[in-house]
Structures are given as C-alpha cells and as structure tokens.
C-alpha cells in the first residue's frame, strides 16, 4: 500500500497553506491531497490520523517566547486529523476537501468522504479553558509550531486499511480511541511526512 499527496512531497515542507499558523498569523489550514493505492485484499475500510510527535511537553515554554525552544527538549505527540471508516472504495482526498481555513471553537460539521466519521484533534485540548478558541476541534486543523522553536517538526500522514467497514467507536472520538478500536484490524499501514516551521532560523 502507498501513500502519495500532490500538495507536498514527502519529506519536504508543507505549504503554509495547509497550516494552521503562518508567519502573520493564520494559515490557510487546507487538508493536503492525498491518494493511496494497492490496499490489501480484504479491506473493508480505512482510518487516517495526521500526528506531529515534535511538540514539546512543556507548555510553559511554548507560551514564553522570550527564550527559544531548544532541539533537544523533550517531545510528544499532537494529534492534527483523525478520521475512521473511510469506505473502501475511496482512493483519494482532494485538497481543501475536507478544510478550508481555521474556525474558532473548531469546526462542528467538518467535510469528508460520505460514510467516513471524523474525530476530535488535540487542538481541543489546547485551547480548553480559552474563553475565546476553547470548543471541540473536529476534523483536520494544520501546523501552528511555536514559532520560537529551535526544532523542526514533522506531520505524519499515516493510513490503515483495515478488515472492518465501522470501528467501534464513541459518538466523539480522539486517536487514541481509533488506536485501541482498530487493534486486531489493521491489514496494512502506509505513511508519508511534511515539514513544517515557523521560526525563520530552521531550514529543512
């Protein structure tokens, strides 16, 4: 199975806009294209999750921007799309198909293929308690890295056919969610990567 995208190439920096955040404020926050192909037999359905495991685990350094974040800091993982029961008959996603810039307090109905079901990213999370931004993050919200970060970050786009046509799944769901439901389920898994900053002093 393998997984291409027409809006960046693997590897490379994605366009900021496909991002959350630019260097003036937001970006256009599209969904890449993304098509895959060769799926197993016996794939009844796909799930797609969008995942940057550069973030760093101290908030109190993100919101001061007074000192740069430092390469070696230590990271986690922040969830930037997840969605489930992609039919099987679906091969592609178009750009901007599934977001078209950012939406405060998230967006509530957020596009994609008919039958798929979309989860909550972790931008919910991070704006929770944020009387202004603070709502349930559905469906895909890019890049938005602190633009004091010394670190390059990268966004795996990772795809999984799977022998079920619905996970069992909360009516809201997160990744984690879609990790434990697809155990035992997964035939095959493809993935591809982007880039991302918005410190102008990281090249790559």
């Known amino acids: 199975m393998k ?12 366009p900021a806009e496909f991002a959350a955040g630019a260097p003036d404020g937001f970006g256009g926050n599209r969904n890449p294209h993304l098509r895959w192909g ?7 359905s796909f799930a797609l999750l969008c995942i940057d495991p550069d973030v760093p685990t101290d908030p109190a350094l993100v919101q001061d921007a007074t ?14 799309w997840v969605m489930a029961d992609i039919p099987a008959g679906v091969d592609a996603i178009d750009a901007g198909a599934c977001s078209e810039g950012f939406t405060a307090r998230g967006k509530t109905t957020p596009a994609g293929p008919a039958g798929a079901r979309q989860g909550v990213n972790d931008y919910t999370a991070w704006f929770a308690g944020n009387a202004d931004m603070s709502g349930d993050y559905l469906g895909y919200d890019g890049p938005y890295p602190p633009g004091h970060d010394a670190r390059l970050h990268r966004y795996f786009f990772r795809l999984f056919a799977l022998d079920v ?6 009516a809201r769901f997160t990744a984690a969610d879609v990790f434990r439901a697809m155990h035992g389920h997964v035939l095959a898994e493809t993935a591809i990567y ?11």
């Open 3 to 14: 997984l291409t995208s027409d809006s960046f190439e693997h590897g490379k920096r994605i």
């Open 38 to 44: 060769d799926a197993p037999a016996g794939t009844r």
């Open 67 to 80: 000192r740069p974040i430092p390469v070696e800091h230590p990271r986690g993982d922040f969830v930037h």
């Open 165 to 170: 046509e619905r996970l069992d799944l909360p």
């Open 194 to 204: 982007g880039t991302y900053s918005l410190n102008a002093d990281v090249k790559g």
